[in-house]
């Protein structure tokens, strides 16, 4: 007997590209306001695209924006989309106390849920940035209402990561049903490696991300994640001066190439929203 292919999730954090954590020492959060601002452009070009190939999809979106752009932040629920949390101002949990985390999530959702007028269930932290040394984070998500977090990266990376995490979703609190839904991994001998977009995705060939859904799908039996940012498909936005060699090639890197890939994607597999993969199924 053929076994049906699971559907992935396909999720978009929504923030601009001067939010960038790379950019962070180069540009103040208090000059935000004064750059050109493209999220809400770009974001809407990524709902035009996905209306056309019938596909839903999970936004995980930064309060900053969406306080500066609730147009987007309805367009997005009225078209059947999920509408998660980024956080506010795309601080790194490592980078914050336990109090201030908590501050800023529940001034993120609560902002969220007033423009959307639905119950924000997901959040994803700003790079990746919940691992071995913050768990933490998980309770106080839990605390605050979120059904599930996608924080958690199974990579050893320079950045961000937590190699020894479960690959697929789990539950990191006991007498919780919180699940954290860590980003997609394809193991090699016995390393993971990154598959679940971003950089990644633009600096491998198409191939190799094919290949890897290929083996999570149909070898494995699990849903994946695929994730990336309005900016990675907007090659005209303004380039950052003075920013390092590796920062640079990391975010500039396939721009061009990004929007004709991801519609390769949308078409090469089954896609839904995060809430509608692993909410609604037990695991």
Known sequence: MQLTSPVNAMTVDV??????????????????????????QNTHRILDVFAEHNIHATFFTLGWVAERNPDLVKRIVNEGHELACHGYAHQRVTD???????????????????????AVNGYRAPSYSIGAKN?????????VGFLYSSSVYPVKH?????PDAPRHIYQPLKNSHFKEIPITTVTIGNKNFP?????????YPY?????????????????????????E????????????????????LNLDKMEHRIIRLLTDFKWDTMANVFLQKPH
């Open 96 to 118: 914050q106390t336990p109090a201030q985390f908590s501050s800023d999530i529940i001034k993120a959702k609560t902002l969220l849920e007033d423009l959307g007028g639905q």
């Open 135 to 143: 768990l933490w984070a998980h309770d106080i998500l839990n605390e």
């Open 195 to 203: 598959c679940g977009g971003g950089g990644f995705f633009r600096f």
């Open 158 to 162: 320079d950045l961000y990561g937590m």
């Open 15 to 40: 923030e601009d590209y001067f939010q960038v954590s790379a950019f962070e020492k180069y540009i103040n959060r208090s000059d935000w306001d004064s750059l050109p601002q493209r999220a809400s």
């Open 207 to 231: 191939a190799f991300s094919k290949w890897a859904f290929q083996v999570i799908n149909n070898k494995e039996q699990q849903s994946g994640i695929f994730y990336f940012h309005p900016w």
């Open 233 to 252: 498909i907007d090659p005209e936005q303004p380039r950052q001066k003075g920013i390092n060699l590796k920062s640079r090639f990391r975010h500039y």
